[in-house]
């Protein structure tokens, strides 16, 4: 308590009266109790009400002021480098001898100012209260507290030149507090490019927002192009906050394009608008992404730069992907795969966030479940995360344990998929990733409804899907839950079935191009059987069958053809369905497992 303070500072030296005048005006708070007191002990038995400070502030001001100009020099740079400070550095900056330094120091920590661990040179100094360093950051005047911030600026922009060891942030602050916003620029970017390769995209975004209001103020060389690769790392940080459906990412590739062509920069355009590519995605609008490249042919596109090449054949073949044109969509992530493979985008250079090769490995593993090779989707995945063992960023790492999870669902190993899912979902919450802890739940969800725990399965499946459609948006949606209504008519749990069938319609109505309309009519079909409408049944599984073979979903299509005789429902076409089965069957690997196979 307060009085307890005053009495273990002040001992008998002063009487119950000012005791009571310290404590009501210290209003609590024990470290203006402490200086307070501290304060009327060194006026002695003298000291009287009108010794005591006014406020806090007052009290530490006065401390310092009496420990002579050249201790209160060295606090005061203490102050500019931090809470807390490493003695090399202080030694540096300081006019004086080592020996004159450490008693400088060494009687600021005997004074309480400063706390002190290890031994110099290597000591590091703390500050013992932020009000302290407050205090004797204010003691300065401006113009002496922007000269220290550029020497540090400088002496720690050296210490990165030497040593290695880099705080670009810290450099970017020091120059900006000593008005040179033009010098903290590159230390900005360098900051900005730091947590974005951690995945921090709060403050990444931070870096690179402060960077483009520098650059609205300065007049630095190719401050246009500087504003356009920053204002396209913006839009990156900001999806990683918000995700694909991020209206501020969107905004800023929107800028970036505004920007690219203003300048004339084909390569800037393009890359602005891949990033518009996510963005309508996640609107459903692929119809509008498609139509982003009508301008682009094969030609144009090899003769991008190595990263735009990636970028460009990754887009095209996800486009594609999301509106089940398998066929089209391999070759293009084949030749992405082979361009990066040549020289690696990696987190540096990212799709949607990610390292451009787990994005590609996970739609190639989706098209090769959907090709009914399980093999492959297992090996491909697995290759994604062997990709992430290169480098250390958490979304691209989340993102292909995830994949693997994925890869276990859609190849029918439901077990497999339960088991691991904990491991995706800790990774994901660890990082903050809602996105992917979204992508578990649901994954987890299809896991539960096929090995028959449906009403456990069912909750994860909607609780999953509803917190992707808020960073995602329709991206996938319609898919996913034709997804889970699939499996739900494999479990013969037909209100789940139907309800997943209604809610993938809903949302594939709301898309620009349909996504998953062979398993939704499929799927319509069986609950027309089940309903007793045969003939509309037998029309829709066999309208499904040829949707998929003219897609190349290969799993799509053996499901259709399987329903149709599991449903008594082939007809005068039995002969040519069970052709077709067989041509299917015999290209597989014997030791297939996926359930359609089996």
Not at 103 to 119: E, I, K
Request: aromatic fraction near 8%; include cysteine.
């Amino acid at each position: 308590d307060s009085r307890a303070i005053v009495e273990s500072v002040a001992g008998n030296e002063i009487n119950q009266d000012l005791i009571d005048q310290i404590v009501q005006r210290a209003d609590g708070i024990p470290l203006f109790v402490e200086e307070l007191s501290r304060s009327l002990v060194e006026h002695g038995a003298d000291a009287a009400a009108s010794d005591i400070p006014d406020t806090l502030q007052a009290s530490l001001l006065a401390r310092l002021d009496k420990l002579g100009a050249e201790i209160k020099g060295v606090i005061q740079v203490g102050a500019v480098l931090g809470r807390e400070f490493q003695h090399r550095m202080i030694a540096e900056l300081v006019q004086t001898s080592e020996e004159r330094l450490l008693a400088t120091l060494d009687q600021l920590a005997q004074s309480g100012l400063l706390s002190r661990r290890g031994l110099p040179p290597d000591a590091t100094y703390f500050f013992t209260h932020a009000l302290v360093q407050d205090a004797a950051y204010a003691s300065s005047l401006r113009s002496r507290r922007q000269s220290l911030h550029h020497a540090v600026a400088l002496a720690m922009a050296g210490n990165v030149a030497s040593t290695g060891k880099s705080a670009p942030e810290l450099i970017a602050y020091h120059f900006e507090e000593a008005g040179r916003r033009e010098d903290a620029l590159p230390f900005r970017i360098a900051a900005g490019d730091q947590a974005t390769s951690q995945s921090a995209g709060d403050e990444a975004a931070e870096h690179y927002e402060a960077e483009l209001q520098i650059l609205q103020t300065t007049d630095i060389q190719d401050r246009d192009h500087t504003e356009l690769e920053t204002t396209l790392k913006l839009a990156n940080a900001r999806l990683l906050i918000g995700g694909y459906a991020a209206q501020g990412s969107y905004d800023a590739w929107q800028r970036a394009r505004s920007l690219a062509t203003e300048l004339n920069d084909a390569e800037g355009y393009l890359r602005a608008a891949l990033g518009i590519v996510v963005a309508m995605l996640a609107k459903g609008q692929y119809a509008s992404a498609l139509s982003l490249f009508q301008n682009y042919g094969t030609e144009d596109a090899e003769r991008l730069n190595a990263v735009n090449k990636v970028h460009y054949y990754t887009s095209t073949g996800i486009v594609h992907v999301c509106i089940g044109e398998f066929g089209a969509a391999k070759p293009l992530i084949d030749r992405a795969l082979e361009l990066n493979g040549l020289e690696p985008c990696t987190p540096r250079h990212p799709w949607a966030g990610a390292d451009p090769e787990v994005v590609l490995r996970s739609y190639d593993t989706m098209i090769h479940a959907w090709q009914l090779r399980p093999a492959l989707a297992s090996d491909t995945a697995e290759k994604a995360i062997r990709a992430t063992q290169a480098y250390d960023d958490p979304f691209s790492r989340v993102w292909a344990f995830m994949l693997k999870l994925r890869a276990f669902s859609m190849c029918g190993r439901y077990a497999n998929a339960l088991a691991y899912a904990p491991v995706v979902e800790e990774a994901a919450i660890e990082h903050g990733f809602e996105q992917r802890r979204a992508n578990t739940i649901y994954f987890r969800g299809l896991a539960k409804l096929a090995l028959n725990q449906a009403s456990d399965g069912a909750e994860d499946i909607r609780e999953g899907l509803s917190i992707w459609s808020q960073k995602g948006g329709l991206f996938h949606l319609g898919q996913w839950y034709a997804e889970a209504a699939a499996i739900a008519l494999t479990a013969q749990e037909l209100v789940l079935a139907s309800e997943f069938h209604e809610r993938a319609t809903y949302y594939e109505d709301q898309m620009e191009l349909p996504t998953a309309m062979a398993e939704l009519t499929r799927i319509r079909g069986n609950l027309l059987h089940q309903d007793g409408n045969h003939e509309s049944a037998e029309k829709c599984i066999k309208q499904a069958m040829t949707e998929a073979r003219q897609k190349g979903a290969l799993q799509f299509e053996l499901r259709a053809a399987l329903d149709l005789f599991r449903l008594d429902l082939a007809g005068a076409d039995e002969v040519a369905v069970r052709e077709r089965v067989s041509g299917m069957i015999s290209g597989l690997e014997t030791d297939n497992d996926m359930p359609e196979v089996i």
